[in-house]
């Protein structure tokens, strides 16, 4: 069996001392090098990645199809099926899991609901289903597919929010006041049915000023179906209200410490085959901010009620502030370049950050560099559990999000710490009713009676104001043991363990992520041969330079000691080096290593070409455009897919080669030529290369 080309794992038996290579026993082969499928295949390989399908066992515990909400569900929950409710979320979502809701209550009250697929009413404890689930732990996303925590059937079909079906909730009501200020919240499980399901495309088109008709300015109808007999006006002015009301909770969260650093990220363009053609940089949109302020708000409300109810068990989620360290280099490294930043809490340095940012509108780049570096200094957010910094209530806090307390309730179907959450918020609401029945049932009547007339003053344990006394009085405990029994909320001990393993995985997760995004801009570039992008100078040094590519939001590094035909002179007193071509190139240069570059691999040179500041005739054009071919065609060595000139030369965007000599600092603006490097001879990496013109070069290929 030949594995030339192929990739695969292995693990090393033995190594020989007087060996140059181990003998290794090869367990996986995925397939050839410079495949998409081997390479993602390989990257959950690496990752641990549960891609395999659920076991029998597990889904034995599905229910049976078809189904439909049990009876008895009716009189445990709120109906809320003639409620207006709508789901927001990208086109392609399938795992509908949150939705929302908002009602004029009076001129001064407005309700606006949070309403997430209630899992937990599937997904039992101690069970199969709950066991892969834990293990599992958490969705993964690649660029073109996802593994699932949980079986189709349910994140798809059963449990998600599809619009004009009924479904099985848990709900968080909030009133605002005209200052929107929050005065009474409602929680608990419920039964909706959504009227439509909403893109963020369709509700940013409602925030921009939609006809209340849901016909677009230019005449087209761009919504999909409504059900319960709605109408669009209706709906959109539901999105327009949200819209204001999370403004003012966005305005307030950073007015009272919420910090938030956006890093560009990159999202593909994919033909009909799956293959990556072009890329673009993502950018949060209104829409976005809608759903994120209420996911975020329903998130802390039930952090909250649980950590309350459960002060030794509850699953939390905290973000520990920065490195100091880190984030003394990054107040440095602002000062040297006149950058003025204040780092003394998240709020002052959201604030400096959002300045800085209006500042350097004009510098897309510079901006994109600065907010690289702010995460730098940046903690992972972990699971933990309350008990385990018991009477340490500070190391509760999410310091990014400037939280006492913070969790994660409103993606079950993606996580399984929000499963845990919501049995535990269950247990809190179960606690509750016992304590109201038991009041019911006790000798002060009055107390009881006074209960039944005004009902949310019998929220001790969920509402507004935790009631500690009543908490924390015999017949309290006694309410909270028995339902957390019944839920099985676990213990301090095995919630540690959860949390970790929860942490664990999410990690992979987000490897899986960053690595199935490289994979896909790897093959895109592939497919291009090259892009050319703007860059700037991150690091410069003798032997390298670090750099920031503007066109797909990475860091790079471009090797140029020893590089055969390149003069370099580094000017240490300043951090500047200065690059040339040298006019007669001699032998190779050897480095110490006994290798050597080129100057294909240090950059892509041209040689110059027409600029327009004399006009020429179509022959001359031509010919200018000929000699351009030929050049292009010899850095890319004739190979089958050559780069359109015409193309080239009526592109809107213009990347300009820098011209040789070339001088660069710390910042300096330089373009590049990016393209894809490996693949079946070797590990695959994005490469970038200097994008120069210099009339001194010579072709390598005649």
């Known amino acids: 069996l030949s594995l030339r080309h192929e990739l695969v794992a292995g693990k090393v038996a033995h190594w ?5 290579a181990p003998v290794a026993i090869i367990s996986h082969v995925f397939g050839k090098g410079g495949e998409l499928k081997a390479q993602a295949a390989a990257i959950l390989f690496e990752h641990a990645i549960h891609s395999s399908e659920f076991p029998l066992d597990a889904l034995a515990c599905l229910p049976k199809m078809p189904w439909v909400i049990p009876a008895e ?22 795992d509908l899991d949150d939705a929302l809701s908002i009602e004029f209550l009076s001129n001064d009250i407005v309700r606006v609901g949070v309403h997430i697929a209630d899992v937990s009413f599937f997904v039992h404890p101690d069970t199969a289903l709950d066991r892969e689930a834990q293990v599992r732990s958490t969705s993964v996303y690649l660029t073109q597919c996802m593994m699932p925590m949980l079986p189709l059937l349910l994140c798809e079909e059963i ?31 419920t039964i909706i049915r959504c009227c439509c399901k909403l893109t963020y495309q369709h509700a940013q088109e409602m925030v921009d000023g939609m006809g209340r008709d849901g016909i677009h300015s230019g005449g087209e109808a761009l919504l999909p179906e409504l059900h319960g007999g709605f109408k669009w006006n209706e709906v959109i002015d539901d999105v327009k209200a949200l819209h204001e009301i999370a403004q003012k909770r966005r305005e307030c969260r950073f007015k009272t410490g919420a910090l938030r650093l956006e890093c560009s990220k990159i999202v593909f363009a994919m033909d009909e085959d799956g293959i990556p053609y072009d890329i673009m940089l993502s950018k949060q949109v209104d829409s976005n901010i809608l759903v994120e302020e209420f996911m975020l708000l329903a998130n802390m409300t039930a952090a909250k009620v649980i950590s309350s109810a459960f002060p030794d068990c509850a699953l939390l989620r905290r973000h520990p502030g920065p490195s ?18 204040d780092v003394s809490s998240s709020g002052a340095l959201h604030e400096s950050l959002r300045k800085l940012g209006e500042e350097l509108k004009d510098d897309s780049s510079l901006c994109s560099i600065l907010m690289l570096y702010a995460t730098k200094p940046m903690q992972l957010a972990k699971y933990f559990c309350t008990g385990q910094f018991k009477d340490r209530e500070d190391d509760w806090a999410h310091y990014s999000l400037a939280a006492s307390s913070y969790t994660h309730f409103t993606s ?48 001790w344990l969920t509402g507004l104001t935790f009631d500690k006394e009543t908490a924390h009085s015999p017949g ?85 000691d ?10 240490e007193a300043t951090g500047t080096v200065v690059l040339d071509l040298v006019s007669q190139v001699g032998k190779s240069k050897k480095s110490r290593y006994g290798k050597h570059r080129t100057i294909d691999d240090v950059a892509f040179v041209v040689k110059p070409a027409y600029d327009g500041s004399v006009k020429l005739d179509s022959e001359s054009i031509a010919d200018v455009c000929h000699k351009m071919q030929e050049s292009f065609d010899a850095m890319f060595k004739m190979t089958d897919k050559t780069v359109d000139i015409d193309e080239e030369l009526n592109s809107d965007r213009k990347v300009v080669p820098a011209v040789l000599p070339l001088t660069l600092r710390f910042l300096s603006p330089v373009t590049v030529s990016v393209y894809a490097f490996g693949g079946e001879n070797g590990p695959l990496d994005i490469a970038v290369r200097l994008y120069l013109s210099s009339y001194l070069y010579q072709s390598p290929v005649s």
Request: charged residues 30%; aromatic residues 10%; positive net charge.
């Open 73 to 94: 569900e009716f009189s445990k929950r709120r109906d809320l099926r003639d409620c207006r409710i709508f789901t927001i979320d990208p086109p392609a979502a399938r």
């Open 562 to 571: 020893d590089t055969e035909g390149l003069q370099i002179e580094w000017l």
């Open 16 to 20: 020989e001392v007087d060996s140059v």
């Open 412 to 459: 079950p179907m993606r996580r399984y710490a929000d499963i845990v959450v919501h049995r535990t918020l269950a247990a809190a609401i179960e606690a509750e009713e016992i304590l109201f029945e038991s009041c019911l049932h006790s000798k002060d009547r009055s107390k009881s009676a006074s209960h039944t007339e005004n009902q949310h003053k019998t929220r």
């Open 159 to 189: 449990c998600s929010l599809n619009p004009g079906v009924d479904r099985l909730a848990f709900s968080i009501f909030w009133d605002f006041d005209t200052s929107g200020k929050i005065i009474d919240h409602w929680m608990g499980r």
């Open 476 to 560: 309290g405990k006694m309410a909270l043991a028995i339902a957390a029994s019944k839920h099985k909320v676990p213990g301090c001990k095995e919630l540690n363990v959860v949390a970790e393993h929860c942490n664990e995985r999410r990690l992979a997760s987000r490897n899986v992520m960053d690595a199935s995004d490289k994979l896909y801009l790897w093959a895109m570039l592939k497919r291009k041969q090259q892009v050319l992008s703007d860059a700037r100078v991150l690091a410069v040094g003798p032997k390298f330079l670090s750099l920031y590519i503007s066109g797909i939001a990475m860091e790079r590094r471009i090797y140029y």
């Open 324 to 341: 100091m360290r880190k984030l003394k280099e990054f107040e440095d490294f602002c000062y040297k370049n006149g950058f003025e930043v």
